[in-house]
Each structure stands twice: as C-alpha cells, then as structure tokens.
C-alpha cells in the first residue's frame, strides 16, 4: 500500500513564510537593543490582521495551506513578520535619534480607535463595488495622510518604510517566481488588474508600497514616536528643556 507523500515544495506559501520568519529573527537581532521591544510589538499588533485572508481568498488568491482553507498559520505569521520588518526598515535611518513611549494603556486604546476606523472605512470602500485588494489599498492608504497631516515628523519613518519593504518585499517575491514554476497560479488571474511588473501582479506591489507607508506611521502614532532629528521635534524638546 502506497503511504501518502508529504513534500513541502507542495505548500510554497508555508516556505514563504518560513523566509519571511527567518528574516525576522535576523532584524531583531540587527534592531538595536532598545527598539526591539517596538520592533516585536509592531509585529504582534499586525499579526490579527490576518483575519482578512478570510476575504481575500479566494477573491483575490488561495493558496494551499498546511492547515486551513481561506486562514492558516501562514497568513499569521505572514502578518506578524511583516509586521515587524516593516517597522525595522522605516526607524533604520533615525534609529540613533528616536525614542518610543510603550505605555500599555495608551497603545491598546489607539489600536482600538485606528481599528475600529478602519473597519468602517473598509465597509464603505468595499460597498462602492470595488475588488477586496482595491478596497483595502484605498482603506489603509488614506491613514497615512491623515497620520502626516498630524504628524509631520513621522514623514521620515514613512517614506524608509516605503522605499525599504517595497524593495524588499519584490525582491523577495521574484524570488517566490524563480522558484517556484506554477507561482502566479496561487492568485485568481481572473481578479487581477491585469498589469505586470517582472512578471508580479502590481497589486503586490501596490500593496507593498502602501503598507510600507501607512504601517510604520500609525505604528509611530501608537507607540509615541520621538524623532529628534525633525525640525519640529526638536524645537518641542528645546521648549520642555527650558520650561523644565
């Protein structure tokens, strides 16, 4: 009797994923010391939107999962690197001059807030009749203005966190393609806009882009983000130092 065959280049998603914990592991360890609390915490907050996986496939795409049908580990931890790769890549330029306030109370009760617009900003988008990933480009990139509009001194930490995941994250696809053959069939091509760059569906790197800004910046919202080599932050310290 012939046993069944487990072979992993059968999940190519569990394998993306397993590069993407790997990385991970390799940014904390890279992150200095005091901003990895952050860096882990940025990660942990992203993880629970991997929940969406449950409208994106097979909408978007549908991957084969070791375990689950439209949610699986792999969209957890997904989630949770990106989470935090992202947010290593966006301080990585100030992260000499930045510091961060953890405070527990504050962090859950702007998470909540920012969810809880998010969700019916998505709502709304999603009702105008417009696919699932264009509804959630649309969604979560009008955060980031409004974050700036605030905020400008995070305009740093957005545009590394820009550049950096969204060079990142196509270089680690195209590899995802030189690898793996049948690739592109994971998406729904039906769903998709129909453009290409380097053979990648351009919702990816739409997706990454806008993830890149908008994460990093509500990420520094949320964790009270002090950058002191911003024009603005500097003059708000130089005043509490001759207040005090």
């Known amino acids: 009797m012939q046993g069944i065959g487990f072979r992993l280049t059968d999940y190519p998603y569990l394998l993306i994923v397993c590069g993407f914990m790997t990385l991970f592991v390799a940014g904390v360890w890279l992150c200095p010391r005091r901003h990895r609390r952050a860096m882990i915490l940025s990660a942990l907050l992203s993880m629970p939107f991997s929940l969406a996986s449950f409208f994106f496939d097979p909408a ?24 935090g790769i992202v947010w290593l890549f966006s301080i990585w330029p100030i992260r000499r001059k930045m510091s961060t306030a953890l405070n527990a109370a504050r962090i859950l009760k702007k998470t909540a807030l920012l969810c809880a617009t998010l969700v019916v900003i998505y709502t709304i988008v999603s009702y ?4 699932v990933m264009a509804a959630v480009l649309i969604s979560t990139g009008l955060f980031a203005p409004g974050v700036l509009y605030f ?21 680690m696809v195209k590899l995802c393609f030189m690898f793996f053959s049948d690739f592109i069939n994971l998406w729904n091509l039906n769903a998709l806009w129909g453009f290409f760059l380097w053979g990648i569906p351009i919702e990816e790197i739409a997706w990454a882009a806008i993830f890149g800004g908008t994460w990093p910046v509500v990420t520094a919202y949320i964790f009270d983000l002090h950058d002191y080599e911003s024009r603005r932050e500097r003059f708000q310290l130089v005043k509490l130092e001759a207040g005090s």
């Open 60 to 83: 978007y795409w549908h991957p084969v999962r070791i375990i689950g049908d439209r949610i699986g580990i792999e969209d957890m931890l997904f989630s949770f690197s990106t989470g």
């Open 128 to 131: 105008s009749g417009v696919g």
């Open 151 to 171: 905020r400008p001194s995070f305009k740093r930490v957005f545009l590394a966190g820009i550049v950096g995941f969204t060079v990142f994250y196509l270089v």
